[in-house]
């Protein structure tokens, strides 16, 4: 007798089980937004209502315990969140399970997408909307004070993947998703190469400082002796994925050395370097880019000389290369500035916002190379790059 009603209720519970992954699965099947939804509770007639007087309704999309409808009023999105029973207007943070982990994660991929002074802002913003979809979080960034003043319009993509753990609906997750990174080249936009001679020196440093938080690369052709003088200057351009070049060892014109002299100096500064940083030179740009067929034949490796050249060991005035420079450049451009003038460094600290507004990106030359489909040879010079 016992052991009947105890096999009763598990046959009761198995069909329950299995009623229950089946009514799951419909429902997986007939709504692609994957979001539970307590169909067993009606939707206010409000949050209907409302819907029906938008005139530019976007779309719905149903949480557990709220509704989300989206509008767009004179190019801003407009997302109102509705308790499901009630149709009271509820706050998006209702949404939000752990607003702490949530902010950290937002401003670790705002500050992954977008340069410093972009970033800086955005994270203060209070004019956001937050655009909940099926498998991400979009968030719009509105009012905002920029200088200069980006024309794009800027909006941060979250895949739930990365705040899973700190929303309170149930979410589609993505097997394969990648974060917006404002360090991925963009085929599509302009693409120049800054270049750095004479150093390492005093300002490297910081220069190297205001690269990064500009998210961008540069290539630093440094002169043998300095390498040795600044050993953890080398080793930070390098951990920040800049690219070395060699300038000589102490700026002589190979065209008043020997071959043999040139080599075995290009050899010791290359041996200092791997043992800074474990990776010799890239590429030779010969000190005043004086160059000659005996040159090019003995050292194995590219040439790359320049095709702006700023000449600001001679104009050390910021206003003059921040103009010089957005005057003269293109798409291809190889840039030629000193980082041992505390002007120049300024002036890459003004100029390198207002590229990005202006749809550059600053790249290292192997990277442009790479997009320019422009194999780099041994022997061979380079001035610049086209597509
Ligand atoms: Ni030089």
New binding site residues.
Partial sequence: MKKRVVLCILIIALLGFSAFIFSKKMFKADDNNALFVNKAKKRNEIINDYINSLDNFIEKIDFNKAVEVVSKENDRFNVSLFDYETGKNVDYKSLIKDLDGFYKKVKELLYLKYPKFIADVLINNENNVYYFKDNELVIYYYDYVIEPSPREELLLHVNYNEIKDYLNIDVKLDENYMNEDGSIIDNNKKIIAITF??GPGSYTSSLIDILNNNKVKATF?MLGKNIANYRDVVKKASDSKMEIAY?SYA?KSFKRQKIEEIISELQESDNILKSITGEGFKYIRP??GAINQEIKDNLNYPFILWSVDTMDWRYKDIDYLYNYTLENIKDGSIILF?DIHKTSVETIERLLPELYVEGYQVVTISQMASVFNQKLDNHQSYRYFAR
């Fill in positions: 001679d004479d052709f300038h700026h000190p005043y000193h």
